[in-house]
């Protein structure tokens, strides 16, 4: 099965500060789409940043953005100037068979 | 844009009621909607895929006489679970898939259904 990884199931960042969070995934595809999600207590699943994998540029969505390593089947997020606000749970993403493939899920805590 | 509702978002009921719950999409058609169930501190476990008009494909250890799913239009669907137990008792979240352009391959997701079972 195909699977997708996140190492760090907890991550600490200052305010203002950046901090990435990991994913790999393993795929036999040349073309598919790939996810962050943060879900914060509330427990509402929110769309952070998305890429396609045939496009070689990086995504960005103002103070996220990603580092697609394509080859190494790595696909890191980077949030800049951390804010209180961006503590939540992370989740990686791949689609694949219509379907989606999420990771563990990364922790986020933010310290003011 | 892109918005799902789901309804209700909190719902306690007797053991062995059924419980219906629906999701919704606002502002674009989904072809495609998926149900979810997550337990605290874990990742999504996805339950079933739906598609509009057909039946609803369960993926394999979900018991489909017990999560009936029925996508009855492009913009929802619901999830019945019947004669609810308290190991039903859970977090339930929709997504949505739209049809074409920014909408499309990417899933859009309810605000989730805290569901407890007495």
């Known amino acids: 099965a195909q699977t997708v990884t996140q190492s760090q199931p907890e991550m600490s960042v200052q305010e203002a500060e950046t901090v990435t969070l990991s994913c790999t995934y393993d795929t036999s595809e040349s073309d598919y789409y790939l996810f962050w999600y943060k879900q914060p207590p509330s427990r509402q699943m929110i769309l952070v940043i998305r890429?396609?994998?045939?496009?070689?540029q990086n995504a960005t969505e103002n103070r996220f953005s990603v580092n697609f390593q394509k080859a190494a089947k790595s696909f890191s997020l980077k949030i800049s100037d951390s804010q209180l606000g961006d503590a939540a749970m992370y989740f990686c993403?791949?689609?694949?068979?219509?379907?989606?493939?999420f990771g563990q899920g990364t922790e986020l805590s933010v310290k003011p | 844009g892109a918005v799902v509702s789901q309804h209700p978002s909190w719902v306690i009921c007797k053991s062995g009621t059924s419980v219906k719950i629906e999701c919704r999409s606002l502002?674009?058609?989904?072809?495609?909607m998926f149900w979810y169930r997550q337990f605290p501190k874990q990742s999504l476990m996805l339950m079933a895929t739906?598609?509009?008009?057909?039946?609803?494909?369960?993926e394999q250890g979900v018991e489909k006489d017990k999560f009936l799913i029925n996508h009855a239009s492009l913009t929802l669907s619901t999830l019945t679970v019947t004669s609810a137990h308290p190991e039903d008792s859970s977090f339930y979240i929709c997504?949505?898939?739209?049809?074409?352009?920014?909408?499309?391959?990417?899933?859009?997701f309810g605000p989730g259904t805290r569901l407890l079972v007495l």
């Open positions: 502002d674009f058609q989904a072809t495609t």
């Open positions: 739906s598609n509009e008009g057909s039946k609803a494909t369960y």
């Open positions: 993403a791949k689609h694949q068979g219509g379907k989606l493939i």
């Open positions: 997504s949505a898939r739209g049809i074409s352009g920014l909408y499309q391959e990417t899933q859009y």
């Open positions: 890429q396609e994998a045939y496009k070689q």
